[in-house]
């Protein structure tokens, strides 16, 4: 029992002090003790049987979207965060500076993180990320630090909200030797091509959204309901 104690003294103590990493390595190995502790914490004493009773084997249930703008993945039965991840983010700055919790595959920045603006990757922040397969960027992004994604070796797609190009620094997609499409939004994609160099050609720009033909002297005009262009103009 002695032995059993100062494993849920260890545990209760990773747990409290790190929420979200801890989730990470610690629930694979040790399913169902998060309900010893939560039940010791609370002051009930355990027998060996009641805690048998007591083990969960968890049923993950849907990603729900988290206050650090990611995700995370909690336990149907006792409600356990098994998965959990979420960016860091310079509140003065509006950078992301990394990524807290598990690591995921595919990214997507909000245009807000608790209420501050996400303005910025930071440089080198998801440098010789190797797991990294897919990055949405949102529109609030106006800069991409030097190496961002550099080295990212499964990174195969990104895409750009925003209809101007971010200031990209450099080899910020150095190294991405799988990455095949730059998605941007439509009628970004000369500015986007001049601002990427090198990755110009990945730059994959979406199709027009054609809108109802209106009269303008003369001519029907169809302009893009997306970004304005002018479209077709055809006499009346
Ligand atoms: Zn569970
Ligand atoms: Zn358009």
């Not at 960027?137 to 895409?159: D, H, N, R, Y």
């Not at 209106?214 to 479209?231: K, P, Q």
Request: hydrophobic share 40%; glycine share 8%.
């Amino acid at each position: 029992m002695k032995k059993l104690l100062c494993i849920i003294i260890a545990l209760s103590m990773i747990f409290t002090a790190f929420p979200m990493t801890a989730a990470a390595s610690t629930v694979a190995t040790a399913s169902g003790i998060i309900s010893i502790v939560n039940s010791w914490t609370s002051g009930v004493e355990l027998d060996r049987e009641e805690i048998e009773v007591l083990v969960c084997n968890h049923t993950p249930g849907e990603a729900q979207e988290n206050n650090y703008g990611g995700f995370s993945i909690s336990c149907e039965i006792c409600g356990e965060v098994l998965e959990s991840w979420g960016f860091i983010i310079n509140k003065s700055t509006g950078a992301i500076t990394g990524i807290i919790g598990n690591y995921p595959t595919e990214i997507v920045t909000p245009d807000t993180i608790s209420g501050v603006s996400v303005t910025a990757i930071d440089q080198y922040v998801f440098n010789m990320n190797a797991k990294l397969t897919s990055v949405t960027i949102s529109e609030s992004v106006t800069s991409i630090g030097e190496g961002a994604f550099q080295g990212c070796t499964s990174l195969t797609e990104v895409t750009f909200k925003a209809q101007t190009p971010p200031d990209f620094g450099a080899n910020a997609f150095r190294y991405t030797f799988a990455l095949t499409a730059i998605n941007v939004p439509c009628g970004a994609g000369e500015d986007y091509k001049t601002a990427l160099g090198s990755n110009a050609d990945k730059v994959v720009e979406a199709t027009h959204t054609p809108g109802e033909p209106i009269e303008e002297n003369g001519f029907m005009v169809t302009y893009c309901t997306t970004c304005g262009a002018e479209l077709y103009r055809e006499e009346v």
